[in-house]
């Protein structure tokens, strides 16, 4: 029997023909029964938790009748309507909106009356930003959150007009155009890899440079995900930025993603090694920082951001010895696999469910980039063969 909405609700395993999973049974804020359903007992459980914690905070705001209270304070109304919006959005997007309204709002306008916010305050900000290197695109979404946020004001009545119109957008640097790694630049890092510590790290590069899957996707694979003797991993979940799982990117995102042989090798190798040392858990996830029976108490899924953090020092340190080496985030990853796929002949239509793209215009995209340097390692090839007829003369 589920418990109240400020209980632990209550969590049972579900036998049908085709398939096994979880349930999780709680009461909402409205005193109504909900089910939630997972995989594993541990996502189930982690799902349960946070259903329960939402439940609690609609409910203190319903209590605290914040919507029709004309001095509501910026971050309580922001957290009001992040909760409607969690309807009509996905959890990951929600992250995402929580994060960078955090980043941009919170720390300087998020303690004053949503009545008493300026133009000129936002605008100062932003321009803050713009000068610390903050991308248009980055800048732009700051800007749509915070709009959001004041036009539902307007529909409560709280204000009669949003201080967020007039702020000039056209600010801050493009966003960088991904690019594939080289052959020499794989083996720069590779060759700095084999002296690093971060093993659980290393594995996380080496499976994102053979499969194509997003930094998300890795960071949320249980042991439990693999299938047929690591020939597959099942792709059902990403971690999103607050450690917690998330549904998918897309409904294409729920994939199987075959596993190369010699990658099965190392990745079989590591499981021995935890099995060793005792520290394996079979739904735990394979990149963690602390292999322990309790991760789940210490956080055990790591974030994207942790791990860009690492690769940003690895790439720190690469560039002491090959200044040329560039500065590169996980998704370059996915770019560089899915080039070579392109470069190496894979039937684009297999490299888009291994990808887990829902249309062809990314593929397109990195079919021409590829097919660019193509031309050119071609045009180069002709002219090395063309010794003994120069048709530059001595021009």
Wanted: proline content about 3%.
């Amino acid at each position: 029997m589920s418990k109240k909405a400020n209980g632990q609700g209550s969590v049972r395993k579900k036998n049908r023909k085709d398939r096994v999973y979880w349930e999780g049974r709680y009461t909402n804020e409205e005193g109504k029964q909900k089910s939630i359903y997972r995989d594993t007992e541990a996502e189930c459980k982690k799902a349960l938790k946070e259903a329960i914690a939402e439940a609690e905070l609609k409910k203190k705001l319903k209590e605290k009748d914040l919507a029709y209270n004309p001095d509501v304070i910026l971050n309580e109304w922001a957290e009001i309507c992040f909760s409607r919006l969690l309807t009509n959005l996905k959890p990951q997007t929600i992250s995402n909106y929580r994060r960078i309204y955090k980043y941009y709002w919170n720390e300087r306008l998020g303690q004053k009356k949503i009545k008493e916010v300026s133009r000129i305050e936002i605008q100062t900000i932003i321009n803050q930003k713009a000068e610390q290197g903050n991308t248009h695109s980055t800048i732009r979404t700051a800007i749509i959150i915070l709009s959001k946020i004041y036009n539902l004001a307007i529909m409560e009545h709280l204000i009669e007009k949003t201080p967020v119109d007039k702020v000039n957008l056209k600010l801050g640097k493009e966003k960088t155009e991904k690019f594939a790694l080289t052959d020499e630049q794989i083996q720069q890092l590779l060759q700095a890899m084999s002296s690093n510590r971060s093993k659980h790290y290393i594995l996380a590069v080496l499976i994102l440079l053979n499969t194509g899957l997003r930094a998300g996707e890795i960071l949320a694979i249980t042991w439990a995900d693999f299938i047929d003797d690591f020939k597959f991993v099942h792709i059902t979940k990403t971690v999103v930025n607050n450690k917690n799982l998330s549904t998918p990117k897309n409904e294409y995102s729920r994939r199987f993603v075959p596993i190369h042989p010699e990658m099965r090798k190392i990745i079989t190798k590591y499981k021995e090694r935890l099995i060793e040392s005792g520290t394996y858990l079979e739904h735990a996830p394979i990149i963690c920082n602390c292999f322990k029976k309790k991760w789940e108490k210490k956080d055990g899924f790591l974030t994207v951001s942790y791990f860009n953090k690492w690769l940003s020092r690895l790439c720190i340190s690469i560039q002491k010895e090959h200044p040329d080496f560039p500065d590169i985030s996980s998704h370059y990853f996915r770019h560089t696999f899915a080039s070579r796929a392109v470069k190496y002949g894979m039937p684009l239509i297999y490299l888009q469910k291994i990808c887990g793209w829902s249309s062809m215009d990314m593929i397109n995209k990195v079919y021409v980039h590829t097919e660019f340097e193509q031309m050119s390692m071609a045009m180069n090839q002709m002219y090395e063969k063309q010794i003994t007829q120069n048709l530059l003369g001595n021009c």
